[in-house]
């Protein structure tokens, strides 16, 4: 009978992490804390070592390969904070190392939009499987991914399908709207008659599912397909044999094994009733966890559908611990990614016009507009995938208490979850500073809450007031009055929602131009900076009643949710997007910078300059352009580098231009000097916008605006131990130049010649990137203390 040996894993994220110890490891006494990957790594290779040499095809010169598999089940590109800078192009060349056979794709591998999916896919050396996910342009799965994959080990011919469920598939935001799910059920026994066909050119003895499916799901569909041990005459049914899943993070072998070594999973736990016997393995998390298996195979009768069954299923369950040994190979390459990380958080990814005033002294004890700012990209998140969802039962909708069905009603965050202690500019935000600012990797989820539910988290997050604890509200979607001289949890007055700008129920078709009556001037900061920004007033919308009349979606942090630093009150609710599926804060702020850069580059083109992949990336251009148009050229809202052509000679030379490139502050300029038009029309901010950067960063390939090198860290190789990897190796793409606008000002003498300004300064104007999307944090009363505003 012969014998198949099989190595898996799934859901990795971080190439190195706190050591945890994990159910029915062994005790680990060198007194190590942290594990990475080039530990995981040695501990694949030393397990495939063991497998015996696979017959060298005729001709071919490769060194040996082993006979057996080595298959993932998905979720690597992201969520981490790594992630949050290379988009996933660092764990490139780690999956290629690694020598994988056959890979699905999980969700978290969307979340950077299917585009540059595609660009990591294209990059790795082996297939990627979606099986039941059709693109309805071409009638097949999707562009750089496979319906099923074939191959022979240990002379057993085998095929090897992909399966998503459903549920995930509606929390991702970027999700194609020509990709359609059909059942896995139906997909799978579809396969399986083409696959096993006898006069087809397939002709598999068994079958391995890859899913990325939640345990209650996975269990369902073995049951479904017949990967059940001793099933009477499932030789004669189709479906597959052996299921191997990702997704939520647990270690679960089916009962349907024969034996195993080590901690198998809790088969008491939720969702797991209806296991009776099924082939399934579940393989934990993020490089800590690996499976190494053998299928022992019988052959059946002859005509039978599956021409073998697996009749013994053993394995074992491989932990990474701190003493595990590494790949020199591997650490070297691990390096060289850092390295290469550590160089791309030095890259700007913004422009500020007003600090990002990250102070514990403000974030902790009041309202302050880079909070404002976060919370309301946050606001934004999910809001593509959550459009016309409405809350869960259609008797809340029949009884009016169901929250409105455009994307989610609020944000509630914390000043805690704002560190760095520090200000950052005005002038060019780094990666870094956006990493030092928001470094915590818990996901951002947005759940279902009551009225009552929120007026209890923001009284808990005031009840500590003046003393700065971390859980002072940061808020987004509502207005808040408290008064800090009331007793605590009796301190708020009044909560409202904001009115909602409006909008159709197609958002591709979402035109429609907002009365310039209802925007707000912001002009004078506190640093004394004239400024504009095109920011919403404070419109208020429906109340928000003490009691449970209506159900809201919360857009919140995990850590909040489990009800940590005292918000008990979002704890134990319904979620809409969950820990799994929910992404980490840099990663949502990482994307909504590269849209908003992408639509600055592209709207200063008098036309497209190329085609898009989004038919509502075209509109929004076509709106931006419109507006660029119609706004001073020489604003901010041109570019930052060509306000450089219309300084008069005085502002040029004088101290108004840091020798850091960055504009100063100036509090007294008339609105009729160069500077004043210079200030002039800088910011959109509303809803729309957020919404409009958002989808161009999930439905576009961002690689001409992102100033990180993706593309040199996807195609490093695995170094030789003595390789060497000096800084600066890795190139940033030079930023494309574009023409500067017109002024529409008058025609410049010599003596407002670039060639006038100071050696210095013109080099650091220069250095000012046009892709750089310029940004305004401030503070517009959302959180309003009553008694503050009358001493």
């Known amino acids: 009978m012969p014998s198949l040996p099989i190595l898996c894993f799934n859901d990795v994220y971080r190439v190195s992490q706190k050591y945890n110890p994990q159910t029915g490891a062994p005790d680990d006494k060198s007194g190590g804390s942290h594990i990475n990957v080039s530990q995981f790594a040695q501990l694949l290779f030393n397990e495939r070592k063991k497998w015996p040499d696979r017959p060298r095809a005729k001709g071919k010169e490769k060194e040996k390969e082993k006979d057996g598999l080595v298959l993932f089940a998905g979720d690597v590109f992201n969520p981490s904070v790594e992630s949050s800078i290379s988009r996933g192009s660092h764990m490139v060349p780690l999956l290629n190392a690694l020598e994988l056979d056959v890979a699905c794709v999980g969700n978290h591998d969307f979340d950077f939009g299917y585009p540059h999916l595609t660009k ?171 499976t190494s298996a053998e299928l022992v195979l019988t052959p059946t009768k002859e005509g039978s559908v599956r021409r073998h069954l697996i009749t013994e299923l053993k394995g074992k369950h491989l932990y990474v611990l701190p003493s595990s ?96 202690d520090s200000q950052y500019g005005p002038g060019k935000i780094t990666l870094g500073d956006i990493l030092e600012i928001l470094p915590f990797e818990d996901p951002v989820v947005c759940l279902e809450i009551d009225g009552k539910g929120i007026w209890d988290t923001i009284e808990g997050a005031l009840s500590k007031w003046p003393a700065q604890e971390g859980r002072f509200p940061i808020i987004s979607g509502l207005v808040v009055q408290w008064d800090h001289t009331r007793p605590p949890n009796q301190r708020v007055i009044s909560i409202y929602q904001l009115k909602r700008p409006p909008r159709g129920q197609d958002q591709d078709e979402e035109d429609e131009i907002e009365n310039p009556q209802d925007f707000v001037d912001f002009k004078e900061q506190e640093d004394g900076t004239r400024v504009v920004v095109k920011q919403k007033k404070l419109d208020l919308g429906d109340e928000v009643k003490n009691d449970d009349s209506r159900v809201y979606r919360v857009i919140t942090r995990e850590y909040m949710a489990l009800g940590y630093d005292g918000f008990h009150a979002l704890k134990d609710r319904k979620f809409v997007v969950d820990d799994e ?68 000679p005085q502002l040029q030379n004088s101290q108004h231009l840091h020798n850091s490139g960055i504009l100063s502050p100036v509090s007294e300029q008339s609105t009729g000097s160069a500077w004043g038009v210079l200030r002039r029309h800088v910011v959109q901010h509303d809803w729309n916008t957020i919404r409009d950067a958002l989808h161009v960063a999930k439905n576009e390939h961002m690689s001409s605006v992102d100033e990180v090198a993706g593309q040199a860290m996807r195609q490093q190789k695995q170094p030789q131990a003595t390789k060497q990897h000096m800084p600066g190796e890795w190139k940033s793409r030079a930023p494309t130049p574009l023409p500067i606008p017109d002024s529409g000002l008058p025609a410049k003498g010599a003596g407002t010649s670039d060639d006038v300004l100071a050696t210095r300064e013109k080099k650091e104007l220069d250095n000012l ?7 305004c944090p401030l503070i517009d009363g959302r959180m309003r203390d009553v008694s503050a505003d009358q001493t």
């Open 769 to 775: 990137s046009d892709d750089l999307a310029i940004v």
């Open 325 to 420: 040994p590494s790949s020199d190979s591997f650490d070297s390459m691990v390096k060289n990614l850092l390295s290469s990380v550590s160089e791309a958080i030095q890259k700007p990814v913004c422009f500020t016009l007003a600090p990002f005033d990250a102070r514990s002294e403000i974030v902790r004890t009041q309202e302050n507009g880079l909070g404002n700012w976060i919370a309301d990209v946050l606001l934004h998140a999910y809001a593509e995938s959550l459009f016309d969802k409405g809350s869960d039962s259609e008797e809340q909708e029949r009884d009016g208490k169901a929250s409105s069905t455009d994307g989610a009603d609020a944000v509630i965050i914390c000043g805690g979850t704002l560190r760095g």
């Open 581 to 648: 599926n929910g992404q980490i804060m840099s990663s949502i702020l990482r994307s909504f910078l590269l849209g908003s850069s992408y639509i600055f580059r592209h709207k200063q083109f008098e036309s497209a300059a190329a085609a898009h992949l989004s038919s509502r990336t075209d509109k929004v251009l076509s709106r931006a352009r419109i507006q660029h148009q119609h706004s001073p050229a020489s604003s901010l809202s041109s570019s930052p580098q060509s306000t450089k052509s219309f300084l008069s």
């Open 120 to 290: 990591l896919i294209e990059s790795t050396t082996f297939p990627w499987l979606l099986s039941n996910i059709i693109d309805e342009r071409t009638g097949t799965v999707p562009e750089t991914l496979k319906k099923y994959w074939v191959t022979e080990r240990r002379g057993v011919k085998i095929g090897v399908i992909g399966l998503v469920e459903q549920d995930w598939i509606a929390t991702i935001p970027s999700w194609p709207k020509s990709f359609k799910y059909r059942p896995m059920k139906d997909t799978a026994l579809e396969l399986s008659k083409e696959l096993r066909d006898p006069a087809g050119p397939h002709q598999v003895d068994i079958i391995i599912a890859l899913t990325h499916c939640r345990v209650p799901n996975d269990i369902r569909l073995c049951n479904e397909l017949g990967a059940v041990a001793g099933k009477d005459g499932v030789e004669n049914e189709h479906g597959v044999d052996l299921l191997i899943g990702g997704h939520d993070h647990i270690y679960y072998i089916g009962k349907g094994h024969t034996s195993w070594e080590g901690y198998s999973g809790r088969h008491d736990a939720p969702g797991t009733t209806e296991d009776k016997g099924v082939r399934l393995i579940k393989s934990g998390t993020d490089f800590r966890d690996l």
